[in-house]
């Protein structure tokens, strides 16, 4: 039974505020733990005209890291307070629209109490932050909050969209990998179930292997695949055990690897200390110091690294709180003089006589450091420091000079410290204890903490800084191991270690060192519980930017939103990217776009708030840029390549591909998630081939489709007619990779307002005119290249093109085509850089705060932002942001791909590209894989099989005729290729010879060269390749019989209608040669026929 209507609002009011709240509590914690709250890291306030005058307008100003949770609650407060009628006054009083307005027409729905509209939002937030350069960014803010496109904002949807952001940034930070693959755990048996009290990493001899000693003095070797190898046990000595004496039992307490002198330390509770030979992996004990005046609880050892022969230094730290030193002089020469004997066992040295070895090594004592038990030590040799931590909560920690003549720093933590790391680069000092917690301080303030990580709920046992990563390892006694970052003091990972001895409600006895950080590449991280042990692989930090990329796929489409000033990537792996093009971080991570289908292409809608998708299949989707929702999913006219969308209106869109039909879509019930698709194009669908690029002019309502066969044709999109064909049915000609609309050019009705790239060649093309042809150039700057990205400044001056090469060239096209003309001129290059290793699949260019940018998508699976000039902003995914407003914070030209070409030599280099197409452009076999390779490389293998089996039937096509060496044709009129202009003859032969070379090469004389994008892409494009051909197959509306079976053009229809292999018989009548009776064959007549000479 329904609720009355009263009841009904007041239940979805209740509803609102309980979500709401929620809303609210998950975004305090989000900004506790980025530490917005911190009083030194306040923004400064607006208030007074000293501030305002000295505030930076070049600073990076998203308002989303400005909130703080007082400005939060006041939002809330304004919300709350908020009456439709005060904002229908408002809007009485109010001369003119938001700026916006027009642009994405709101709805005229009746407002609820709660809504706000922009000028609301930023009256309230100028309010907030009192500066008056925000304003762009509140509506920049606003139109992000404002999901729905109403024009309105509430309380619900600024939380939403705030707890979003945060979540995505937390997903960037924790998305840095720091262990890999899973974690390798051991069972010691031989510690005869006595907890481990230390590990060891031992690097010589190599390779690296690990040492761990028990409780009870077992030392067991392991190699680096964590397996027990062999073990020592320290024997009792042989004098006490034959008197009789009772011998009690005692413990291990710690053990230090001495590098320099190949040996290790372990220290015992029966105040002595064994040294082993670990020179090789059978190790032995060689000297015995014994009769100490203290326990010793815990060593630490420095040598010099660069001159290892140089004093080192051995300290331990005992039970009484005293700090031992124990400097070892002449490392080369040995620790202790060692006499001759012929006894066995090791040289036991008391510590009294320790003068004897006053040669070798010096001992100094520093007494009563702490009042009790030292549980660490280290030493700083920049700074002769020593770092000691105990239980004690009035001497927590120590830092004192080794001379005992500087200033003492001292911590007071309750409960004392457990474990400390140190790290003099950072200047960090972390220390952890019984009280469950993580505290970060500083090296010379022990009064205040600089953070207090509280996410344990054990003891903490130990912890290590892991420097390459900025990250902190933390490990308690219920054998959870945490992951923190130390810029944002947030916990990035929580692994749960379950050994197979932990129990529910029983805490095993463990060692007092469980972590051990081995810094040899590979680089493992070991952590010990009770009698098992643990080892994690670590992720390499040490990796340069030339292993940076941006996608795990290559890259299918690149695309900047004006509108948010976001830059979106989509890869192959169905995976879609939104990028901030300010400061180059990610904003939104949408994976499994359409499951395993690969993203084929991507367009904004008109007003630019929703991303719409295109993939292998078919499948199309429309998303909310913002919040990453699927707003409507496209109904797949045929299991076909979607190979562009396109936007026609604010609610209607349209899709081409390999259906090789225009279809439209019309989404204006918002409602609907499943919209149907239109396949009724009143001009019917008159392209023969796929349809591989389209583009759109609003100002004129033209449409240009063009195929895989070269046609191009342009539509009215009122009447849904042909309005021209710019090249129909062409015979042999190559495919058209891409065709763009110059937009600024439309009202110039005799001049060129169309470019279109076929293999490699840059057409233009007037629409309105008699000559339709106005010029072509070959844009590559090397021979046999393709041209897949194309895109303009919004004046249409400045032309950018981008090949398969990777090169990207800024062309000066503001005089260029504005007449129709026969002479083949190339306009003015302005730039040319290398800009990635693959293929340039995608590019647009971009104009923000009043300069011009280029982003560019390779299939190297990198995505950049550049210059107009060709300098490298950075590289979408980089951990290092930059300032689009400051160039200091570029990457400049220190990619891996940096290479420049001066324009001057330009010419040079086209002339060379056209001279080793010259011979190959007149050849329409060749032409025909270059249109496979133009489908971005995914036919090639299609079209070699093809040719190869024709070349195999045939002696028509054989390779050499196709280098251009006999049997040349050329086309005539309009579909005649550009000559190349005369050049340098030195380069030129080079460069004709390298061809050659080429050529031959694949024509069969030897095993085919792997492609440029690697043996693996080219594995994977074959696994493609067969795909479409299984898709092929299901096409109900291809005619074989109209193939033609041995022409000169080798589409994908007739290379996968073509059979291996076929049989025929011959007529039994024909005479047969000489030569041919020889060779065993016969004919029905008995005559032969001689060979005539002519």
Same mark, same amino acid.
């Given at each position: 039974?329904?609720?009355?209507?009263?009841l009904?609002k007041?239940?979805?009011?209740?509803? &609102?505020?309980?979500?709401s709240a929620?809303?609210?509590?998950?975004?305090?914690?989000?900004?506790?733990?980025?530490?917005?709250?911190?009083?030194?890291k306040r923004r400064?306030s607006f208030?007074?005209?000293e501030?305002?005058?000295s505030?930076d307008q070049?600073e990076s100003?998203?308002?989303?890291?400005?909130f703080?949770?007082?400005?939060?609650?006041a939002?809330e407060?304004?919300?709350?307070r908020?009456?439709?009628?005060?904002?229908?006054?408002?809007?009485?009083e109010r001369p003119?629209?938001?700026p916006?307005?027009?642009?994405?027409?709101p709805?005229?729905?009746a407002?609820?109490?709660?809504?706000?509209t922009?000028?609301?939002?930023?009256?309230?937030?100028?309010?907030?932050?009192g500066?008056?350069?925000l304003?762009?960014?509140?509506e920049?803010l606003?139109?992000?909050v404002?999901?729905s496109?109403?024009?309105f904002?509430?309380?619900?949807?600024?939380?939403?969209y705030m707890?979003l952001?945060?979540?995505e940034r937390d997903?960037v930070i924790?998305?840095?990998m720091t262990f890999?693959?899973?974690?390798?755990?051991?069972?010691?048996?031989?510690?005869?179930?006595?907890?481990?009290s230390?590990?060891l990493?031992?690097?010589s001899?190599?390779?690296l292997?690990?040492?761990?000693?028990?409780?009870?003095g077992?030392?067991t070797t392991?190699n680096?695949a964590?397996?027990?190898?062999?073990s020592?046990?320290?024997t009792f000595d042989?004098?006490?055990?034959q008197s009789?004496?009772?011998?009690?039992?005692?413990w291990?307490?710690?053990?230090?690897?001495?590098?320099n002198?190949?040996?290790?330390a372990?220290a015992?509770t029966?105040? %002595?200390?064994h040294?082993?030979?670990?020179?090789?992996m059978?190790?032995f004990?060689?000297?015995?110091?014994?009769?100490l005046?203290?326990?010793?609880t815990?060593f630490?050892?420095?040598?010099n690294?660069?001159?290892?022969?140089?004093?080192?230094l051995?300290?331990?730290?005992?039970?009484?709180?005293?700090?031992?030193?124990?400097?070892?002089?002449?490392p080369?020469?040995?620790?202790f003089?060692?006499?001759?004997?012929?006894?066995?066992?090791?040289?036991?040295?008391y510590?009294?006589?320790l003068r004897e070895?006053?040669?070798?090594?010096a001992?100094?004592?520093m007494?009563?450091?702490?009042?009790?038990?030292?549980?660490k030590?280290?030493?700083i040799?920049e700074?002769?420091l020593?770092?000691s931590?105990?239980?004690?909560?009035?001497?927590s920690?120590?830092?004192?000079?080794?001379?005992?003549?500087?200033k003492?720093?001292?911590?007071n933590?309750?409960?004392?410290?457990?474990?400390?790391d140190?790290?003099?680069s950072?200047?960090l000092?972390?220390?952890?204890?019984?009280d469950h917690k993580v505290r970060?301080?500083n090296?010379?303030?022990?009064?205040?903490p600089?953070?207090?990580?509280s996410?344990?709920?054990?003891?903490?046992?130990d912890?290590v800084?892991?420097e390459?990563l900025?990250?902190?390892?933390?490990?308690?006694? %219920?054998?959870?191991?945490k992951?923190?970052?130390?810029?944002?003091?947030?916990?990035?990972?929580?692994?749960?270690?379950k050994?197979?001895?932990?129990?529910?409600?029983?805490?095993?006895?463990?060692?007092?060192?469980?972590?051990?950080l081995?810094?040899?590449?590979?680089?493992?991280?070991?952590?010990?519980y009770?009698d098992?042990?643990?080892?994690?692989?670590?992720?390499?930090?040490?990796?340069g930017e030339?292993?940076?990329?941006?996608?795990?796929a290559?890259l299918?489409?690149v695309l900047?939103?004006?509108?948010?000033?976001?830059?979106?990537?989509a890869?192959?792996?169905?995976?879609?990217v939104v990028w901030?093009?300010?400061?180059?971080?990610?904003s939104?991570?949408?994976?499994?776009?359409h499951?395993?289908?690969?993203i084929t292409?991507?367009?904004f809608?008109?007003?630019?708030?929703?991303?719409?998708?295109?993939?292998?299949?078919?499948?199309?989707k429309?998303?909310?840029?913002?919040?990453?929702?699927?707003l409507?999913r496209l109904?797949?006219?045929d299991?076909?390549?979607?190979?562009?969308v396109l936007?026609?209106?604010?609610q209607r869109?349209?899709?081409?591909?390999?259906?090789?039909?225009?279809?439209?879509?019309?989404t204006?019930n918002?409602?609907?998630?499943?919209?149907?698709?239109?396949?009724?194009w009143?001009?019917?669908h008159?392209?023969k081939?796929d349809?591989?690029?389209?583009?759109?002019?609003p100002?004129?309502?033209?449409l240009?489709?063009?195929?895989?066969?070269?046609?191009i044709?342009v539509?009215?999109?009122?009447t849904q007619?042909?309005y021209?064909y710019?090249?129909?049915?062409?015979?042999?000609?190559?495919?058209?990779?891409?065709?763009?609309f110059?937009?600024?050019?439309?009202?110039?009705?005799?001049?060129a307002?169309l470019?279109?790239?076929?293999?490699g060649?840059?057409?233009?093309w007037?629409?309105?005119?008699?000559?339709?042809?106005?010029?072509c150039?070959?844009?590559?700057g090397?021979?046999d290249?393709?041209?897949?990205?194309?895109?303009?400044n919004?004046s249409s001056?400045?032309?950018v093109?981008?090949?398969?090469?990777g090169?990207?060239h800024?062309?000066d096209?503001s005089?260029y085509a504005?007449?129709?003309t026969?002479?083949?001129?190339?306009?003015?290059?302005?730039?040319?850089?290398?800009?990635?290793?693959?293929?340039?699949?995608s590019m647009?260019?971009?104009?923000?705060d009043?300069?011009h940018?280029v982003?560019?998508g390779?299939?190297d699976?990198?995505?950049?932002?550049?210059t107009? %000039?060709?300098?490298?902003?950075?590289t979408?995914?980089?951990?290092?942001n930059?300032?689009l407003?400051?160039?200091?914070?570029?990457?400049?030209?220190?990619?891996? %791909?940096s290479e420049?070409?001066?324009?001057?030599?330009?010419g040079r280099h086209?002339?060379?590209g056209?001279e080793g &197409?010259?011979g190959?452009?007149?050849?329409?076999?060749?032409?025909?894989e270059?249109?496979?390779?133009s489908r971005g490389?995914?036919e090639?293998?299609?079209?070699?099989g093809?040719e190869?089996?024709?070349?195999s039937?045939?002696?028509?096509?054989?390779m050499?005729s196709?280098g251009?060496?006999?049997?040349m044709?050329s086309?005539?009129?309009?579909?005649e290729?550009p000559a190349a202009?005369?050049g340098?003859?030195?380069g030129?032969?080079?460069?004709?010879s390298?061809?050659t070379a080429v050529i031959?090469?694949e024509?069969g004389?030897g095993?085919?060269r792997p492609?440029?994008?690697?043996?693996?892409?080219q594995?994977?494009?074959?696994k493609?390749?067969t795909t479409?051909?299984?898709?092929?197959r299901l096409?109900?509306?291809?005619?074989v019989?109209?193939?033609h079976?041995?022409?000169?053009?080798c589409?994908?229809?007739?290379?996968l209608?073509?059979?291996?292999m076929?049989?025929?018989?011959?007529?039994?009548?024909?005479?047969?040669?000489?030569?041919?009776v020889?060779s065993?064959v016969?004919g029905?007549n008995?005559?032969?026929?001689e060979?005539?000479?002519s």
């Amino acid at each position: 039974m329904p609720l009355p209507p009263l009841l009904q609002k007041r239940a979805h009011a209740l509803q &609102r505020q309980l979500l709401s709240a929620s809303l609210l509590q998950e975004l305090e914690i989000f900004l506790k733990r980025q530490g917005t709250q911190k009083a030194e890291k306040r923004r400064p306030s607006f208030t007074n005209e000293e501030n305002i005058l000295s505030f930076d307008q070049n600073e990076s100003l998203h308002l989303e890291e400005k909130f703080r949770l007082d400005d939060l609650y006041a939002l809330e407060e304004v919300f709350a307070r908020h009456s439709v009628l005060a904002e229908e006054v408002q809007d009485a009083e109010r001369p003119q629209k938001p700026p916006f307005a027009k642009k994405l027409k709101p709805k005229k729905t009746a407002r609820r109490e709660g809504n706000l509209t922009l000028r609301e939002f930023q009256n309230v937030l100028s309010h907030l932050f009192g500066s008056e350069y925000l304003d762009e960014n509140m509506e920049l803010l606003f139109n992000k909050v404002d999901t729905s496109c109403d024009g309105f904002v509430d309380w619900s949807e600024f939380c939403t969209y705030m707890l979003l952001q945060y979540k995505e940034r937390d997903y960037v930070i924790t998305r840095k990998m720091t262990f890999l693959g899973s974690p390798v755990m051991r069972l010691c048996t031989r510690n005869k179930q006595e907890p481990t009290s230390r590990m060891l990493a031992i690097s010589s001899p190599p390779p690296l292997w690990f040492i761990s000693v028990s409780k009870g003095g077992v030392l067991t070797t392991w190699n680096t695949a964590l397996n027990p190898q062999k073990s020592y046990e320290i024997t009792f000595d042989s004098k006490e055990t034959q008197s009789g004496k009772r011998r009690f039992k005692y413990w291990t307490t710690d053990a230090v690897y001495l590098p320099n002198v190949h040996k290790i330390a372990m220290a015992t509770t029966c105040r %002595d200390i064994h040294f082993f030979d670990v020179s090789t992996m059978n190790m032995f004990e060689e000297f015995h110091l014994f009769a100490l005046n203290h326990v010793p609880t815990c060593f630490y050892y420095w040598y010099n690294v660069k001159a290892p022969g140089d004093r080192s230094l051995l300290l331990w730290g005992d039970d009484s709180g005293g700090v031992n030193l124990l400097w070892l002089l002449k490392p080369n020469s040995g620790v202790f003089e060692k006499p001759f004997t012929r006894q066995p066992g090791p040289h036991r040295i008391y510590m009294q006589e320790l003068r004897e070895h006053s040669s070798l090594l010096a001992y100094q004592a520093m007494l009563n450091i702490h009042p009790e038990a030292i549980t660490k030590l280290m030493f700083i040799p920049e700074q002769e420091l020593i770092v000691s931590s105990s239980g004690s909560s009035t001497t927590s920690v120590v830092i004192m000079d080794i001379h005992q003549k500087g200033k003492v720093y001292t911590w007071n933590i309750s409960k004392g410290v457990r474990c400390f790391d140190y790290s003099k680069s950072m200047n960090l000092l972390v220390t952890g204890g019984l009280d469950h917690k993580v505290r970060l301080w500083n090296q010379y303030v022990p009064s205040r903490p600089v953070a207090v990580l509280s996410e344990h709920t054990m003891a903490v046992l130990d912890v290590v800084i892991y420097e390459p990563l900025r990250q902190i390892f933390s490990y308690s006694k %219920d054998s959870v191991l945490k992951v923190w970052d130390i810029s944002s003091h947030s916990c990035l990972q929580t692994l749960v270690l379950k050994f197979p001895c932990v129990q529910p409600g029983r805490i095993h006895e463990q060692g007092n060192f469980s972590f051990l950080l081995a810094s040899q590449n590979p680089r493992h991280l070991l952590v010990s519980y009770s009698d098992y042990i643990g080892m994690l692989r670590l992720a390499r930090a040490d990796r340069g930017e030339d292993a940076l990329v941006t996608h795990d796929a290559p890259l299918s489409g690149v695309l900047y939103n004006s509108f948010f000033h976001q830059v979106v990537t989509a890869s192959e792996d169905s995976t879609v990217v939104v990028w901030d093009v300010e400061t180059g971080t990610k904003s939104l991570l949408l994976n499994n776009v359409h499951g395993s289908e690969e993203i084929t292409c991507v367009a904004f809608d008109r007003s630019q708030r929703k991303l719409i998708t295109g993939a292998r299949n078919g499948g199309l989707k429309i998303w909310n840029i913002q919040n990453g929702h699927n707003l409507h999913r496209l109904q797949p006219v045929d299991e076909a390549e979607v190979t562009c969308v396109l936007p026609l209106g604010d609610q209607r869109l349209l899709s081409v591909g390999w259906n090789r039909k225009i279809i439209l879509y019309d989404t204006t019930n918002t409602e609907n998630m499943y919209v149907t698709a239109n396949a009724s194009w009143k001009g019917g669908h008159q392209h023969k081939e796929d349809i591989l690029t389209a583009d759109f002019c609003p100002s004129l309502g033209l449409l240009v489709t063009a195929s895989f066969d070269g046609e191009i044709i342009v539509w009215n999109t009122e009447t849904q007619r042909v309005y021209v064909y710019l090249r129909e049915r062409p015979r042999h000609h190559p495919p058209v990779d891409k065709v763009l609309f110059l937009q600024q050019r439309s009202s110039l009705k005799e001049s060129a307002i169309l470019v279109s790239s076929e293999a490699g060649v840059l057409r233009w093309w007037g629409i309105f005119t008699h000559h339709k042809e106005f010029g072509c150039f070959y844009a590559p700057g090397k021979p046999d290249e393709s041209v897949f990205g194309l895109a303009c400044n919004e004046s249409s001056s400045v032309l950018v093109s981008g090949d398969t090469s990777g090169f990207i060239h800024a062309w000066d096209v503001s005089r260029y085509a504005l007449q129709a003309t026969d002479k083949e001129e190339r306009p003015p290059l302005l730039f040319s850089w290398k800009a990635h290793a693959g293929a340039v699949v995608s590019m647009d260019c971009l104009l923000f705060d009043s300069k011009h940018f280029v982003t560019s998508g390779s299939s190297d699976r990198t995505a950049r932002l550049w210059t107009m %000039d060709g300098k490298c902003v950075g590289t979408f995914g980089q951990s290092k942001n930059w300032n689009l407003r400051d160039p200091a914070t570029y990457q400049h030209g220190t990619t891996p %791909d940096s290479e420049r070409w001066n324009p001057t030599e330009m010419g040079r280099h086209g002339v060379e590209g056209m001279e080793g &197409r010259e011979g190959e452009e007149g050849m329409e076999s060749r032409e025909g894989e270059k249109g496979m390779e133009s489908r971005g490389g995914e036919e090639s293998m299609e079209s070699r099989g093809g040719e190869e089996g024709m070349e195999s039937r045939g002696g028509e096509e054989d390779m050499q005729s196709r280098g251009g060496e006999e049997g040349m044709e050329s086309r005539g009129g309009e579909e005649e290729t550009p000559a190349a202009p005369s050049g340098e003859g030195e380069g030129r032969a080079e460069l004709g010879s390298n061809v050659t070379a080429v050529i031959s090469q694949e024509s069969g004389a030897g095993p085919r060269r792997p492609g440029i994008l690697g043996r693996s892409v080219q594995e994977e494009l074959t696994k493609i390749s067969t795909t479409k051909k299984d898709r092929r197959r299901l096409a109900p509306d291809i005619d074989v019989n109209k193939c033609h079976r041995f022409g000169q053009l080798c589409s994908p229809f007739q290379a996968l209608a073509m059979p291996d292999m076929e049989e025929f018989a011959l007529p039994g009548n024909l005479p047969v040669w000489r030569r041919g009776v020889g060779s065993g064959v016969e004919g029905t007549n008995s005559e032969t026929r001689e060979r005539k000479p002519s």
